[in-house]
Nanobody, 123 residues
Framework: QVQLVESGGGPVQAGGSLRLSCVAS????????MGWFRQAPGKEREFVAA????????FYTDSVKGRFTISRDNAKNAVYLQMNSLKPDDTAVYYC????????????????WGQGTQVTVSS
């Protein structure tokens, strides 16, 4: 089992920045690919960003490219999401997850999930 704890969310004005953190514990491994998803009220959970175990490959949904950056520190069992130029449409609960097999973009490919952290962007 892997436990994931997100932090760093909160209220922010449009154009502002936040940095989300996710720390893994339990049966952790630096060979896991990690991802970030988000879920807005009344909407399905959607893919935001992901990174392979080495950090050499990153993946982003189109709406955040150029604004969000995913990174990881395997020594700390942590993954981060730097979010810049935030927009009201970015308002959601953000989840980190550990990827199993399958597409990086599909939430069904992820085996373990955190409890989420709320990001609220006001205009």
């Amino acid at each position: 089992q892997v436990q994931l704890v997100e932090s760093g969310g909160g209220p922010v004005q449009a154009g502002g920045s936040l940095r989300l953190s996710c720390v893994a514990s339990g049966r952790t491994s630096s060979t896991y690919a990690m991802g970030w998803f988000r879920q807005a009220p009344g909407k399905e959970r959607e893919f935001v960003a992901a990174m392979n175990w080495s950090g050499g490959s990153t993946f982003y949904t189109d709406s955040v490219k150029g604004r969000f950056t995913i990174s990881r520190d395997n020594a700390k069992n942590a993954v981060y999401l730097q979010m810049n130029s935030l927009k009201p449409d970015d308002t959601a609960v953000y989840y980190c997850a550990v990827k199993g097999t399958g597409s990086y973009y599909n939430r069904r490919s992820y085996d373990y999930w955190g409890q989420g952290t709320q990001v609220t962007v006001s205009s």
